[in-house]
């Protein structure tokens, strides 16, 4: 295999070889070797061989020619470097570029999407290495270009985004080490979904977004203005995606940088100390990492701390809250219910992401409000472009995430509220001005209070005496009303339950739920019953999952159908439910479903058919809106569940269990988009 070697050299040596003074251009007959560069016409940019910091390796790159430290903006071999220098860099006939090693092994190449009569490969004064037809100055019908395939860094001129034809992504990935250009973990790209928007990723985890695109800049990048050293461009059509900046002074050097620390940087070059200047940073603070604040709430630099929950949400986790652990995020107060529900203007902001949207171009805001007031599970809406007045329509469905305040901030969205906190405060800071207020309320009335203590004691004999009296009319009252309501229903006491499921035997047993077990159990007459005994410590129920073929399971929806329609129109007395999910459907051993559990149950008498009540009871995600939002049920309440139990049953999901990549809706609202998707694509 020495010969190897020997052949190469006498190949090589048969082509012109490239000096560091020659020409900015190669074609077929030469080559460059470790030690050759080529150079931009006016100096700029030189392409050669380099070793980064202390390693050995050697790779092909390109970087600033001018500048006395060397800086290198893109890398060929970055997966694949040479451990010697010995390596070649030529162009075929075929235009193109291959990069060997020195047993002649291709290591690296670009790629062509057509063949070439005279190829040339040529670096422009752009710091751009072009494969194109000899003589042929055109960008638009190069072979080949490295501004599409940039490493950790973006020069003047080339894209951050995506071409929505071949589907390329112009994206940043950062360096392993200063040591090592091989990819490392953060990566600047285009959000594969919902409307354009920035993200920075580390792994698979998004890190940074910058906000979506309004007109002016990125939403989250206020600092994004026209100033007097770069300018900048977003493009959106049917074609490429895409941001690009260009230099107003064109002898600068200009650079944007993906660090391995996370970070995107502008550097611009001072001639006067010889240095690269950080000119600004994308990530300015706590308020820029991503989802801070979680789900519905939003991030201000200028409060403490410095999450807050939207006006009209509260903490999901309020322990976790007080404790900084903002993760869980916030979740509405009232529910909304589609038909009463308002909108409340929030201005200054990042908007947040966009994973579950929909947008148009030639929508009003006007027609943008009334489309999300007619999606029941459409839950922000706003402009696309904020010039001029504004134009064009943006919904959001599902959780607001990664929203912060900016002062200096053009952008309004709007978001949708149940009517009765439609009046409630002013904006999205309205929660931490009232939390302010509690407090000096609280003092206030802390205070106020001890002066209070001793008639407090004196009064409190007798209060008690009236109390007492009053509790006892109060719960003759109630037992009365409780009598009535219950008219009719059978009634067990608990020696004869336990004698019919042999004193709860663990053989009887049929399941377990959040409140407790369920027995089977036989009374005198012979009849099967269920029996649930409430355990002492309520705890979740466990999760079960099964597969049915679809006959089965139109078997169980149907005899569940049959089963509500008993209790709504066959019974003597009309018996709502009120509790109806899948945990309290039983299953005998040929698959017929049995309602059970009616501890939340109410009969109706007459000609009664809805009722209201104080306190509302069930199981979140089965609750019908008008039960939730007004305590007012009847049978189209169960109704309601029971939609939900056939959509869980269909698709072989639980409601609030279920996930989708590219939204945070449960079942029901993803079910929702996929209909409304429908509707708009018809």
């Not at 063949?115 to 194109?132: F, H, I, M, Y």
């Not at 100055?137 to 985004?161: A, R, V, Y």
């Not at 071409?163 to 594969?192: F, H, N, Q, V």
């Not at 990530?283 to 630099?301: K, V, W």
Request: proline share 4%; hydrophobic share 35%; net charge neutral.
């Amino acid at each position: 295999m020495g010969y190897i070697p020997v052949l190469l050299f006498c190949f090589f040596s048969m082509l012109n070889r490239v000096t560091a003074t020659a020409i900015d251009i190669i074609n077929t007959t030469q080559f460059i070797r470790d030690g050759d560069t080529i150079v931009s016409a006016d100096g700029t940019y030189e392409l050669g061989f380099f070793s980064p910091g202390n390693s050995k390796n050697r790779y092909l790159g390109i970087w600033y020619g001018k500048i006395p430290v060397q800086t290198v903006v893109w890398v060929a071999n970055r997966e694949t470097p040479l451990n010697d220098s010995l390596g070649v860099l030529k162009i075929t006939n075929k235009g193109i570029l291959i990069l060997l090693d020195r047993s002649g092994s291709v290591i690296w190449s670009s790629n062509t999407a057509r063949p070439a009569r005279n190829p040339t490969a040529q670096l422009l004064e752009s710091g751009n290495l072009v494969v194109k037809e000899e003589g042929d100055h055109n960008l638009e019908n190069s072979l080949w270009q490295s501004f599409e395939h940039p490493t950790d860094t973006i020069l003047p001129g080339m894209k951050l985004g995506r071409s929505r034809i071949t589907g390329m992504d112009w994206s940043m990935t950062s360096w392993k080490s200063e040591d090592d250009p091989s990819r490392g973990t953060i990566t600047c790209k285009l959000a594969p979904y919902g409307y354009p928007d920035m993200v920075v990723m580390e792994g698979s985890e998004v890190k940074y977004r910058s906000g979506l695109w309004d007109g002016l800049r990125f939403s989250g990048v206020p600092s994004t203005k026209p100033n007097p050293i770069y300018k900048y461009e977003f493009v959106f059509n049917e074609k490429e995606i895409f941001y690009r900046e260009s230099l107003v002074d064109k002898s600068m050097h200009w650079r944007l940088v993906t660090r391995q620390n996370g970070d995107i940087a502008s550097f611009t070059w001072i001639e006067k100390t010889q240095s690269w200047l950080l000119y600004e940073t994308a990530n300015t603070d706590n308020c820029d990492r991503y989802a801070l604040c979680g789900a519905n709430g939003f991030c201000d630099i200028q409060s403490s701390p410095v999450c807050d929950c939207l006006n009209g949400f509260a903490p999901k986790s309020p322990g976790d809250w007080d404790e900084t652990d903002w993760s869980n995020g916030c979740v509405r107060r009232t529910p909304l219910n589609c038909s009463g529900d308002g909108f409340r203007k929030l201005a200054g902001v990042k908007m947040p992401e966009t994973k579950s949207s929909w947008f148009s171009k030639t929508m009003n805001l006007e027609e943008c409000r009334n489309t999300c007031l007619e999606k029941c599970n459409c839950t922000a809406y706003s402009n696309l472009d904020i010039r001029n007045g504004g134009s064009g329509c943006l919904l959001w469905f599902g959780d607001l995430v990664d929203i912060r305040v900016f002062a200096e901030n053009e952008q309004e969205i709007y978001i949708r509220m149940a009517e009765s906190e439609l009046d409630i405060g002013d904006g999205a800071r309205i929660n931490k001005k009232s939390e302010t207020k509690k407090r000096i309320i609280k003092s206030t009335v802390l205070s106020t209070g001890i002066l209070f203590v001793g008639l407090a004691l004196v009064l409190y004999a007798w209060m008690k005496k009236h109390q007492k009296n009053r509790q006892m009319s109060m719960e003759k009252s109630s037992n009365n009303m409780q009598r009535k309501e219950d008219l009719e229903l059978p009634l067990f006491d608990f020696s004869n339950l336990a004698c019919a499921t042999n004193n709860f035997s663990i053989d009887n047993k049929l399941g377990e739920g959040g409140f407790g077990t369920v027995y089977k159990g036989t009374l005198a007459d012979g009849r099967e019953i269920a029996v649930k005994r409430l355990s002492k410590i309520s705890r979740q129920e466990k999760t079960r999952s099964f597969l049915l073929d679809w006959p089965k399971r139109y078997n169980i929806i149907n005899g569940i159908a049959r089963g509500l329609l008993y209790l709504h129109q066959d019974s003597r007395l009309r018996v709502i439910h009120r509790d109806l999910k899948a945990g309290n459907i039983l299953l005998d051993y040929e698959l017929n479903p049995k309602i059970s559990d009616f501890g939340l149950a109410r009969s109706f008498g007459g000609n009664e058919i809805e009722a209201n009540t104080n306190k509302v009871a069930g199981t979140y995600g089965y609750i019908s809106p008008e039960y939730a939002n007004y305590g007012l049920y009847s049978v189209k309440s169960d109704i309601f569940s029971f939609g939900v139990l056939v959509l869980e049953i269909v698709s072989g999901n639980k409601n609030r269990g279920f996930s989708h990549p590219d939204h945070h809706l449960n079942l029901l609202g993803h079910a929702n988009m996929a209909t409304f998707s429908s509707t708009l694509v018809k």
